[in-house]
């Protein structure tokens, strides 16, 4: 249970205390009356005595009595009443005792720490500690070891208090039955003792005429006692002093006393301050709240008009303790004004009530009229404390004394009787008792009534006196026998009261002798509530029981035996106990929190069913602290909806609104229809917060907004295609942010600004974005462009099952115009205003929006569909230069269900009503930071600035459009197509360059190399890409038609980077240009992502935006056309027949062609045109095998070979060292000559070769430095370097060849003629090269190898140390001899060897034979060498030798002569260089016998 003000025993002894009433003439009730009380109020602070009483006992022992305070009221007659129940009146006024006594607003937070929760008692704030079971043990131990926590509950002290002086009074126990009575008679009257004469007879009237069952009085001869009020600032106080004399004669000096008062004149009062000890008292006299008027008003009234108020004035007693301040309080509210000596009511005039004063205005606590007390010194207060004392000590307790002895006495000479005779006697003959059933106490539920003076109540009336003065320990030995008594006699109510006392006394007697017996109070709530149906009784002992059981510790009993107490006939007593109930399981020694929370939201519900609107949101409020976040969601949900419906009741709808907003805004487990009804209410209440009246947008909680997933685009949103036209795809919304892509424009975009700059990026570079999300880097306020939209995609996501209808969406925004800096702006925007924001036009959307500054796109209707998220576009479109700040989103909330009203005007209306306005906040949290150990060590974060624009000023804009752009291609086909640039801004551009992943995929031409020569009739009518020229007539097909000498530098911009070729290099705004634009296929087949960026400045300097970039990516989806394999080998014919005058002999070059279409392009059959070459070194001479018909034909899966002679270039058409001069020698094999030196072929050429040679650079390099490393300085590493660089040079060829080709292709019906051109690069003689570049294999896999292995040997590369020496035999083919005559037949034969290489050469030349394989002696067995067997020579470089060798034959027949084996080594090398050279095919000769 909650702590109290009182300790227990201060609170059982206050709740039992002699009752004294009081009857005023009229003049007396007048003189008290300036003083703004009546006398029992002026006499209740001073009821408590300050010092000591003391009494004998029967016995004659003294006995102390301590603390005694008394309870003075007025006499209030009424009809009789039962005791089983309270009256409306009284129930009202308990109401209202609870509903005035609240937690303080803003007072000291009143916390118990219980487990792992703080639970705040006194304000409404829901704090939650942190998760469950983090110091579960820890926390347990410190509450088990330390003192109980606990938390006030001062309404349920004004409650029990007011309960328990409610109470009426019954006769089966005589506790608040009236022991004495004052009357009181003023010093003005006329004869003060006549008016004594009369007041003693009116008390003596209501007591025994039978008339008035209300008050009851104690014994029959009730202590009267006398007092003559005397009015010091009126009366004549001589006489006042005489009459008081001539009462002491007639009463004697105990019963009567002189009080004198009112001595303060109105002339001090400004001088000294007087307390004033009534009002914390009197405070519930007055109503305290404008509510609780309300409520009061018709019972007011009615009581006017039947002058009934008697009930309302019961004798009950306010007792509050506050501060350690004892005050006694009003019976009721209702009783306005004291009952005068005939009981009859004062008008109610005399109330003074000011409705409109609150409750926390101390002043408005008391009667306007003046403060209480306002004609009392201290002396007066002096004078009543004294007069106090006086009564008690010599009236009161002798008085008492005196009636305890009575009743023992007469209670003793009744035990000399037998007892078994007395019970016999009574069983027989009754004992007087009256078996009588009344209305309020039938017999079947509570047994006999006993008459006043049966022996059984002479015992209760002596416990009871004993009780009120202390002597607990005789109370509990009468209680103990009276409780035999009645349970001898089945009178069950007697026996519960004698039980309920016997327990009390017990508990209270001083050093404890015996344990509290709580079983007995069980049974006498038991007995009340079952038997006797008194639950008011049951009521009052359950809270004596729960009080002492909790000061016992017993917390469990309590809160059982409170629970227990509940029920249906009483919602605020159910409430007021189950949340006691609920804080005895906080304080047992392991605390109950769910225990506590389930108890406080069931003691909620019972204050809410009582109109208690405030408990009851408090009650919610505490127990939301132990269920929030810790998933317990649907009774997170209940609860909150609860707080959000009494908030709203009580007036408090910020506090409504942020509870229906934890309930839309958590993942509700709930229903859709439920939560269509937490959003209806939502929205009502919100919109009655509002009002339409709102100075700011309010924050709403739906739909949830992903912050960090907001993305920002500056510009206009891409046009889509114009009729043949096609846009560049650019950068849009719709696109999927890729890393790697962007990783890659960026890169792009570096090569084009490196390009710009002479090949350096400049060190403020930052990278174009045109859209910013969470994975771009924000650390920098992006640029956006004056006149250029910005556009914030914001995600939405609806939480709830059910739909939401948003409208007149749109952004909020905060804008610096230029002139202030960033970091000024907050201070600016306090001191001059000059930060706009467009928040308050967004209130009313009637109103006029900033428009001149920048304009706010409204998207009108949005809706979302049940757990939608949806993505909502806005666009901002800024008209001024400076700092832009985007702050939110600004939006009309409603239910969807709320729109499928009637379409007529009431539906209008109610959807108006439901349909909320309000804002949320974009703010994005930036990445978090870990550069510095502060960073890592702390979670930092850094700033996200993507809704922070810098708005620069006019920049140029540029579009391109696409003509004729194809998606597919056969793998290098060339097309024509056209590009078209256009400045759409209001400023003119310059600077344009592009460039691209696939730079050999496109060419925009180069004017210096294209030849204006006229164009043949058939190319111009199938539009071909290519410059075609009619071949001369009686030019033979394969011959050379044409050689041109290229420099590379005239296919300018062979870097990735090229700048586009417009006239006057500068696009003026509104003006577009066009350009063609030739395509080669890829050589590989499959789709190609190529991406082209744009660049291009603004032709003024100096501006923020240094360049614009422009993006564009195709896919082009390549196809198989041709495999071309090229080999080359050298010619064997000797150089003395070989056309070439040089005498370095020729090469022969062999050229393989392979249709490998699959035919899925309906491509019909290729044609190869023509063959040409491009070198620095060779040409292609002639093609020895020409086609008799025009060109090479292949169909489907067919395959031609060609074959041609190349020569080396002449020495004049060499290069000449500085400038790389090709040679382009063009073989037609068709009628037209297509120039290969021209755009586009030379172009592609050029791009192809070089970005291949710079691929085989980098291998090569790559090579190079992983050998350096892993060989170390080795001697012999150089030499073999050498030597092979010496071999490969004799071996190079460097010959390109360019074959080109025309496809026929059906596609709808018609014919179309596609042509291409295919790259082979022959490098070295005896390789083949192809068109096709191969596939990479996967690499093995390598076994781990722990040992560390020796270094390889060095291998010299035979293969090219074998081809130093060619090597040619010129003999006649047959020869006839006479092998009769001679039988030895001697053949001249000439070898000649050329040395191929540019070094000086030994050669060894060997004809014996070495071979031992069978197929060899039988072809060899018959001819052998003579002369001379083994030769050494030495070549010059490039030196022809002739040897004349002799074969011998020894009969006819076919014999090769091929058998010399040749070795050679350059001259500087050892002996391990000498490689077996190549030798050509066999060279057989033909000996006839003659």
């Known amino acids: 249970m909650a702590q109290c003000v009182q300790s227990v025993l201060e609170f059982v002894q206050d709740s039992f205390v002699p009752l004294v009433a009081v009857l005023c003439s009229e003049e007396a009730e007048r003189v008290t009356r300036k003083n703004n009380l009546n006398f029992a109020e002026l006499l209740r602070p001073f009821c408590r005595l300050t010092s000591d009483g003391h009494i004998r006992d029967p016995n004659n022992q003294v006995q102390v009595v301590k603390n005694l305070r008394i309870c003075v009221n007025n006499v209030v007659t009424s009809p009789s009443s039962t005791s089983a129940a309270l009256n409306p009146a009284q129930r009202r006024l308990l109401n209202e005792v609870v509903l005035s006594c609240q937690p303080q607003e803003n007072g000291v937070a009143n916390v118990i720490t219980a487990g792992d929760y703080d639970l705040h008692y006194s304000d409404h704030s829901l704090k939650a500690s942190t998760p469950w079971y983090s110091a579960w043990r820890k926390t347990l131990l410190e509450v088990s070891t330390s003192k109980p926590y606990t938390a006030t509950t001062p309404w349920f002290e004004a409650y ?223 004078h009543i404390r004294q007069f106090i004392q006086e009564f008690t000590f010599r009236g009161l307790l002798p008085h008492i004394e005196k009636n305890i002895r009575q009743l023992n006495d007469q209670l003793v000479s009744r035990k000399g009787l037998s007892r078994s005779l007395f019970t016999a006697t009574k069983k027989w003959f009754g004992g007087g008792k009256v078996p009588e059933k009344s209305i309020s106490e039938p017999k079947s539920t509570c047994g006999l009534l006993y008459p006043p003076e049966a022996p059984e109540l002479q015992i209760r009336k002596m416990a009871d006196l004993c009780f009120l003065v202390q002597h607990y320990e005789l109370a509990y030995s009468c209680y103990h026998t009276a409780k035999k008594d009645f349970l001898s006699d089945q009178a069950m109510l007697y026996a519960a009261g004698a039980l309920e006392m016997a327990a009390v006394s017990a508990f209270l007697q001083a050093g404890a002798p015996r344990p509290y017996p709580a079983h007995y109070m069980d049974t006498a709530i038991q007995t009340y509530r079952d038997v006797c149906k008194n639950m008011v009784l049951a009521e009052r002992c359950a809270l004596l029981s729960a009080e002492i059981l909790k000061s016992q510790g017993k917390y469990s009993e309590a809160a059982t035996l409170l629970i227990k107490m509940t029920s249906e006939d009483s919602d605020l007593r159910s409430a007021l106990l189950l949340e006691q109930a609920a804080h005895c399981f906080i304080n047992m020694r392991n605390p109950m929190l769910r225990k506590f929370a389930f108890h406080m939201i069931l003691a909620g519900h019972r204050f809410s069913k009582a109109g208690q609107k405030r408990h009851a949101l408090r009650c919610y409020c505490q127990a939301m602290q132990v269920y929030k976040g810790r998933g317990w969601s649907l009774a997170e949900d209940h609860i909150n909806f609860t707080i959000g419906r009494q908030s709203f009741t009580l007036h408090q709808p910020e506090n409504a609104v942020t509870a229906f907003r934890q309930i839309l805004t958590n993942d509700s487990r709930q229903t859709a229809t439920q939560q269509g009804a937490f959003l209806r209410e939502y929205l009502y209440v919100y919109k009655s917060v509002t009002g339409g009246n709102e100075v700011s947008l309010p924050q709403l909680p739906l739909p ?122 907050k201070m600016t925007e306090e001191l001059s205003g000059e930060a706009i924001t467009n928040e308050k036009d967004t209130l009313a959307l009637g109103m006029t929006q900033k428009d001149d500054i920048v304009t706010t796109e409204i998207i009108l209707e949005f809706h979302m569909g049940p757990e939608e998220t949806k993505m909502a576009r806005l666009r901002l479109l800024p008209h001024r230069t400076g700092q832009l700040n985007i702050v939110g989103v600004v939006y009309n909330l409603a239910s969807a269900s709320s729109g499928e009203m009637a379409p007529g005007t009431e539906g209008q209306q109610m959807l108006d009503l439901m349909v909320v306005r309000g804002r949320q906040d974009l703010k994005i949290q930036g990445p978090r930071l870990n550069q510095t150990k502060e960073d890592k060590m702390l979670v930092r974060h850094g700033p996200d600035r993507r809704l922070d624009p810098v708005i620069t000023p006019p920049m140029p804009l540029m579009e391109v459009f696409f003509l004729q752009f194809p998606t597919a291609l056969l793998c290098g086909e060339i097309r024509k197509a056209f590009v078209e640039f256009c400045n759409v801004s209001s400023v003119a551009l310059c600077g344009l360059r592009v460039v691209s992943t696939h730079p050999n995929f496109f060419t925009f031409g180069s004017q210096a ?320 090269a192809s068109s096709l570049t191969p596939k990479e294999e996967a690499q093995e896999m390598v076994l781990f190898k722990f040992k560390s292995e020796l270094p390889p040997p060095v291998v010299l590369p035979s293969a090219e140390l074998s081809q130093l020496i060619k090597t040619n035999l010129h003999y006649p083919e047959t020869y006839t001899h006479p092998f009769l005559r001679d039988s030895l037949c001697v053949v001249p034969v000439t070898l000649t060897l050329s040395n191929c290489s540019l070094a000086q050469v030994d050669v060894i030349i060997d004809l014996r034979h070495k071979s031992t394989s069978p197929e060899s002696l039988e072809v060899h067995s018959s001819f052998t060498w003579v002369g001379q067997t083994q030769y050494k020579l030495q070549l010059k470089p490039q030196e022809v030798l002739c040897l004349t060798l002799r074969a011998c034959f020894l009969q006819a027949g076919v014999y090769n002569l091929n058998t010399p084996r040749v070795f050679a080594k350059p001259t500087e090398q050892d002996a391990m260089c000498e490689t077996s050279q190549q030798t050509a095919s066999p060279a057989l000769i033909i000996i006839n016998n003659a």
Not at 714 to 726: D, N, S
Not at 765 to 793: G, M
Not at 1250 to 1255: A, F, N, R, T, Y
């Open 1009 to 1328: 190399t294209t030849p204006l020569t006229p164009v043949s009739p058939t190319s111009a009518e199938n539009c071909s890409a290519y410059k075609t020229l009619a071949t001369p007539p009686g030019a033979q097909p394969g011959s050379v038609v044409s050689e041109m000498l290229v420099s590379a530098e005239d296919f300018s911009q062979l870097s990735g980077v090229m700048e586009i070729p417009i006239d006057g290099s500068t696009l003026q705004p509104g003006e577009s240009t066009q350009l063609p634009l030739w395509l080669r296929g890829p050589d590989q087949e499959g789709v190609h992502e190529i991406n082209f960026l744009f660049y291009y400045e603004s032709t003024e300097k100096g501006i923020k935006i240094s360049h614009r970039v422009l993006r564009h990516t195709v896919f082009i989806c390549a196809s198989r056309s041709l495999s071309v394999q090229a080999s080359a080998c050298r010619s064997s014919v000797p150089p003395h027949h070989s056309l070439d005058d040089k005498g370095s002999g020729g090469t022969l070059v062999f050229i393989d062609v392979e249709n490998i279409n699959t035919s899925e392009a309906g491509v019909r059959e290729f044609h190869i045109v023509q063959v040409s070459s491009s070198s620095q070194h060779w040409r292609l001479q002639k093609c020895i095998n020409p086609a008799k018909d025009k060109d090479c034909k292949l169909t489907s899966r067919e395959r031609a070979k060609l074959c041609f002679r190349a020569t080396r270039c002449k020495p004049h058409q060499a290069t000449s060292g500085a400038v790389k001069k090709y040679t382009f020698a063009d073989l037609n094999l068709g009628n037209e000559r297509i120039i290969s030196s021209a755009t586009p072929c030379g172009d592609f050429f050029f791009r192809c070769c070089l970005s291949s040679e710079s691929q085989r650079v980098d291998v090569a390099s790559a090579r190079t430095s992983s050998s350096s490393k892993s060989q170390g300085s080795v001697p012999a590493v150089d030499r073999t370097s050498d030597i092979t660089n010496m071999v490969k040079k004799c071996n190079e060829l460097d010959l390109n060849i360019i074959v080109i080709w025309k496809a026929f292709v059906i596609e709808d019906n018609k014919q179309l003629i596609l042509e291409g051109q295919l790259h082979v690069a022959l490098q070295t003689i005896g390789k083949e």
């Open 160 to 382: 029990r208090e007011n309960f328990l002086q409610s109470m009426p009074a019954s006769d089966h126990e005589f506790l608040n039955h009236y022991l004495a009575c004052l009357l009181v008679v003023s010093s003005t009257e006329a004869v003060p003792v006549e008016q004594f004469l009369k007041l003693s007879q009116e008390q003596h009237r209501i007591q025994h005429s039978g008339e008035y069952t209300n008050p009851k009085w104690f014994i029959p001869n009730t202590l009267k006692y006398y007092v003559l009020l005397h009015d010091m600032s009126d009366g004549d106080e001589q006489r006042a002093d005489t009459v008081y004399e001539d009462m002491k004669q007639r009463y004697g000096p105990q019963g009567c006393y002189l009080l004198k008062m009112n001595s303060r004149t109105f002339s001090a009062e400004e001088d000294e301050q007087i307390p004033d000890p009534w009002s914390q008292y009197l405070h519930r006299n007055n109503l305290h709240n404008q509510d609780m008027l309300d409520d009061l008003a018709p019972t007011l009234k009615s009581s006017v008009v039947e002058n009934d108020v008697s009930a309302a004035e019961l004798d009950c007693h306010h007792l509050t303790k506050k501060d350690g301040v004892f005050n006694s309080l009003e019976s009721h509210p209702l009783q306005l004004d004291s009952v005068s000596s005939s009981g009859s009511l004062h008008s109610l005039s005399a109330v003074n009530t000011d409705p409109k004063k609150g409750a926390r205005d101390p002043e408005s606590l008391v009667g306007v009229a003046g403060s209480h007390g306002a004609c009392l010194t201290l002396n007066d207060h002096d």
């Open 704 to 825: 949830c907004i992903h912050s960090s997933a907001t993305r920002v685009y500056f510009g206009h949103e891409r046009r889509l295609a114009e009729g043949i036209k096609q846009a560049a795809t650019h950068v849009s919304l719709d696109q999927e942010y890729d890393l790697d892509l962007a990783a890659m424009w960026c890169n792009l975009e570096e090569q084009l600004v490196a390009a710009v700059n002479r090949g350096v990026i400049p060190g403020n570079f930052q990278p174009t974005q045109c859209c910013l999300n969470n994975q771009t880097d924000n650390l920098h306020h992006p640029l956006a462009v004056v006149e250029e939209p910005i556009i914030v995609e914001v995600t939405f996501r609806n939480p709830l099952k059910v739909s939401l209808a948003l409208s007149n969406l749109s952004l909020l925004w905060r804008f610096t115009a230029d002139g202030v800096s960033p970091s000024q702006e």
